[in-house]
């Protein structure tokens, strides 16, 4: 009797060793790239939305704001949108927001757009909970914007199986899904918010942070595998990479990502720089972030740019609303009292006017729209 005990688990650990895939060989990944158009778009919350809880909750699920607002991206030429999850709705209702992301997508697809859903973020506010969420500060930068997990969640062990339970149940229910075009599974995981809620101000963040999230960011990615998502999966680097070897957060981040990913917030020659550094590892690479007016990275001409290389162009922010992106990071230190002259992120107004009608021509050309 135990010996057939011993071969029926042998015979399951097959069968998910099969089915549950390995990072992708260069080639693989290059394959994926040739049959992938450029992709090009923006991070997107429905103008109406503060973080990602306000948009994914069953009575804040704005509909009819994302479909006008898609309408606008389609206008532009983009075919995709990166849009952060977050793993509290899906615990408190996994088929309702399921179903919500759905309807997003559907949306999204009606407008020729795809997808690339962010799993984690570790940026902004470490306390995140269900329920109403506050409205704006006046001139503060992602005065709302929430972490996934938060502080308690990464802390405690006895929260990892819900951690699980998300990935593979978004990652599984999408796995074959077109109109998903990226897994990204991470976001920033070492941001540590010292200018926001971090040491020097409210003193939120956990000491260990890092050791912890270092330790949940590779079972992740094995979650996301485990699914066996015909996608890819990623974590982009964002720090000054370009100007030192890599840590061990973007080692690992790297090693474990299919196609390469990485934000760049900077001019044209430290982009460049970026870029010539990531070339070295072979892969496909997506910039996943761009585009802060005041620090020298503009659509004009750092979009242009990535097209020629092949490199998937995500800028930050679509329409100015509650995440108040229009304001600087510095707004933590100095909060606005007004619109600032230059907006720091976001391309149009919440009534779809643009910002800068020679940026949304500049896009519009690039694009070929």
């Not at 030429?77 to 990166?82: C, K």
Request: glycine content about 6%; overall charge negative.
């Amino acid at each position: 009797m135990r010996s057939h005990k011993c071969l029926a688990l042998t015979l399951i650990l097959v069968v998910w060793s099969v089915s549950a895939r390995e990072r992708w060989s260069e080639k693989q990944a290059q394959e994926w790239s040739e049959k992938t158009p450029w992709l090009v778009g923006s991070n997107f919350t429905p103008s109406t939305a503060i973080n990602q809880l306000e948009m994914w909750q069953a009575d804040t699920f704005d509909a009819a704001t994302i479909d006008r607002e898609l309408g606008w991206a389609q206008g532009l030429g983009f075919n995709s949108m990166r849009v952060f999850l977050h793993h509290l709705p899906y615990e408190a209702d996994p088929d309702g927001f399921l179903k919500r992301l759905d309807t997003f997508l559907e949306i999204a697809d009606k407008h020729h757009i795809g997808v690339m859903f962010v799993l984690f973020d570790s940026c902004w506010d470490p306390n995140p909970h269900l329920g109403k969420q506050h409205e704006p500060v006046k001139g503060l930068h992602n005065s709302g914007w929430v972490q996934s997990p938060g502080a308690k969640d990464l802390r405690d062990p006895a929260r990892r199986p819900v951690l699980e339970g998300y990935v593979k149940g978004v990652i599984g229910h999408f796995k074959n899904d077109a109109r998903v075009q990226v897994w990204d599974i991470w976001n920033e995981p070492d941001n540590d918010n010292g200018s926001s809620y971090g040491p020097r101000n409210r003193n939120e963040e956990p000491k260990d942070k890092l050791q912890r999230t270092m330790e949940l960011l590779p079972l992740a990615f094995e979650w996301a595998r485990s699914a066996d998502p015909s996608q890819p999966v990623t974590s982009g680097v964002w720090k000054g990479f370009q100007d030192h070897p890599y840590d061990a957060m973007e080692k690992l981040q790297l090693d474990q990502s299919d196609v390469t990913s990485f934000h760049g917030y900077d001019n044209l020659d430290v982009m460049k720089k970026r870029v010539a550094k990531l070339r070295e590892l072979a892969r496909p690479i997506l910039c996943t972030e761009y585009m802060a007016r005041p620090n020298g990275s503009h659509f004009d001409p750092i979009l242009g740019y990535l097209k020629s290389e092949h490199i998937a162009a995500y800028n930050w922010g679509f329409v100015a609303g509650k995440t108040n992106t229009i304001y600087p990071w510095d707004s933590w230190q100095h909060p606005y009292d007004a619109e600032p002259k230059v907006w720091f992120h976001d391309i149009f107004r919440s009534a779809g006017t643009p910002y800068d009608q020679t940026e949304v021509d500049y896009i519009r050309r690039g694009t070929g729209k």
